[in-house]
């Protein structure tokens, strides 16, 4: 058994913590794309969003975009504005994550499909986020995120498994030392991360229903 580090001691310290699902206030989308009954189908995928989280953000019932995905009724022409301001803009997509100190889209981090730029904003990403902020403030040194969310392609194209966490969402953490990873990983099963996986320089970490620990040394 390992001897306890400094750090390691600060981790027991970490109480395990239930965080809200959602923000305390909405996104602030700077860029996104897409736009009728189809194209609104292929905004929400883009943004990974439920109907509910689409209404909120027009300010519609989750109903009123259930009609629109149904071609049932066209937008109101406030709700169109909103929608065009998502479809008309740049492809390339940033956003600003609220109550996060650490990380932001659109940076160094690679959050996003390095390959297409997608992301899916949605319960789970902004649980992975707080719980990733809160440990890089308690690890108190640079973390870097080396792979997030990748698309279907991409997942292929790196050789990942075909039910890798990274096409839901998941993160590779990269520490300054490699020797660090181990240390990391107890901050990260502190904090409630349920897959952390210990590489050799990097740490796997993920919110999948079953907790999951595995090394690769």
């Given at each position: 058994m390992r001897a306890r580090t400094a750090r390691t001691q600060t981790a027991d310290r970490i109480q395990k913590t239930t965080l809200p699902f959602l923000l305390d206030k909405p996104l602030q989308v700077l860029y996104i794309i897409y736009m009728d009954s189809e194209e609104i189908a292929a905004l929400r995928k883009q943004l990974g969003w439920t109907m509910r989280q689409l209404g909120e953000y027009v300010g519609v019932s989750t109903q009123a975009v259930d009609h629109w995905l149904k071609g049932r009724c066209l937008p109101s022409k406030s709700a169109t504005?909103?929608?065009?301001?998502?479809?008309?803009?740049?492809?390339?997509?940033?956003?600003?994550?609220?109550?996060?100190?650490?990380?932001?889209?659109?940076?160094?981090?690679?959050?996003?499909?390095?390959?297409?730029?997608?992301?899916?904003?949605?319960?789970?990403?902004?649980?992975?986020?707080?719980?990733?902020?809160?440990?890089?403030?308690?690890?108190?040194?640079?973390?870097?995120?080396?792979?997030?969310?990748?698309?279907?392609?991409?997942?292929?194209?790196?050789?990942?498994?075909?039910?890798?966490?990274?096409?839901?969402?998941?993160t590779d953490i990269k520490p300054n030392r490699p020797a660090d990873v181990p240390d990391l990983a107890d901050f990260a099963q502190n904090l409630g991360f349920q897959g952390i996986g210990l590489y050799p320089t990097f740490l796997h970490l993920d919110l999948r229903e079953r907790p999951a620990q595995w090394a690769k040394r």
């Amino acid at each position: 058994m390992r001897a306890r580090t400094a750090r390691t001691q600060t981790a027991d310290r970490i109480q395990k913590t239930t965080l809200p699902f959602l923000l305390d206030k909405p996104l602030q989308v700077l860029y996104i794309i897409y736009m009728d009954s189809e194209e609104i189908a292929a905004l929400r995928k883009q943004l990974g969003w439920t109907m509910r989280q689409l209404g909120e953000y027009v300010g519609v019932s989750t109903q009123a975009v259930d009609h629109w995905l149904k071609g049932r009724c066209l937008p109101s022409k406030s709700a169109t504005k909103l929608l065009k301001q998502l479809a008309n803009s740049k492809t390339t997509m940033r956003i600003d994550l609220p109550n996060l100190s650490h990380f932001a889209l659109g940076t160094t981090d690679q959050l996003s499909c390095s390959c297409c730029d997608r992301i899916p904003i949605n319960d789970r990403f902004l649980r992975h986020m707080l719980m990733l902020d809160r440990m890089r403030s308690a690890w108190g040194t640079a973390l870097w995120v080396t792979s997030g969310y990748r698309c279907d392609a991409h997942n292929k194209a790196v050789g990942g498994a075909s039910q890798s966490q990274h096409l839901n969402f998941a993160t590779d953490i990269k520490p300054n030392r490699p020797a660090d990873v181990p240390d990391l990983a107890d901050f990260a099963q502190n904090l409630g991360f349920q897959g952390i996986g210990l590489y050799p320089t990097f740490l796997h970490l993920d919110l999948r229903e079953r907790p999951a620990q595995w090394a690769k040394r």
